[in-house]
């Protein structure tokens, strides 16, 4: 069965840090890979997604991830956070067989500024 | 242009009790993907309606059940209500019964006492 695994569950940073969240999936066949966002009081939000082509895909608000194939991981960075980006931050993926979206457990961030 | 809509917001019952939740799509989307979300964890695949029929289904019990109406919107009905059944129940609409432009709505949280 796929499976997404977060290793951060929680993050805490000050302002202007670097960020990477790691995100590794389990499924041999083809995937799309998804991050979304999860701001305090707000609904989830589609940060990136990853379908085929540059492994290197740039989202919203600064952040991109890396898809390495060899890897299975999809992680997630911005070169410096702000503390408008404390949220809750999910991985999911999808496979073209199955069409469910699967997430991971999630990972904290906290920006302190 | 309306997103998803999810009613009530908040919902109280008790074991034993049913329940029903509601869901509107966003305007142009057909599908609808529903999602619990346990405190602290990422949300998990309940199953997804296209075409007033369900199309995929995760691992949840037969309590679990829904329903698609022809303007597209969805409920999804929880029956013998359990403890474990607390969580924020996430409704996603996407167009053309793909799951790879999912827009999520801000949930209805069930608490069962």
């Known amino acids: 069965a796929q499976s997404v695994s977060q290793h951060n569950h929680h993050v805490i940073l000050s302002e202007a840090a670097s960020l990477e969240l790691g995100c590794n999936y389990s499924?041999?066949?083809?995937?799309?890979l998804f991050w979304y966002v999860q701001y305090p009081g707000q609904h989830l939000q589609l940060l990136l997604k990853?379908?085929?082509?540059?492994?290197l895909v740039k989202g919203i608000k600064g952040f991109e991830a890396e898809f390495i194939k060899s890897k299975f991981s999809f992680n997630l960075r911005k070169p410096s956070v702000q503390w408008s980006d404390t949220a809750e931050y999910f991985c999911?993926?999808?496979?073209?067989?199955?069409?469910?979206?699967?997430f991971g457990t999630g990972t904290r961030l906290q920006v302190f500024p | 242009d309306a997103g998803v809509t999810q009613s009530p917001t908040h919902l109280i019952k008790t074991r034993g009790q049913q329940v029903t939740l509601r869901c509107s799509p966003k305007?142009?989307?057909?599908?609808v993907s529903w999602y619990q979300q346990a405190l602290g964890q990422g949300p998990q695949f309940i199953f997804q309606?296209?075409?007033?029929?369900?199309?995929q289904r995760g691992n949840f019990p037969d309590r679990f059940s829904g329903h698609q109406f022809p303007n597209y919107s969805s409920e999804l009905n929880v029956n013998a209500l359990l403890l474990g059944d607390s969580a924020l129940y996430l409704c996603?609409?996407?167009?053309?019964?793909?799951?790879?432009?999912?827009?999520f709505g801000p949930g209805t949280r069930l608490t069962v006492l």
């Open positions: 996603a609409s996407s167009p053309g019964g793909r799951t790879d432009t999912q827009y």
């Open positions: 309606y296209y075409e007033e029929e369900e199309r």
């Open positions: 999911a993926v999808n496979s073209f067989n199955t069409d469910k979206l699967i």
């Open positions: 305007s142009g989307h057909d599908t």
């Open positions: 499924y041999g066949g083809t995937v799309n």
């Open positions: 990853y379908f085929s082509g540059d492994p």
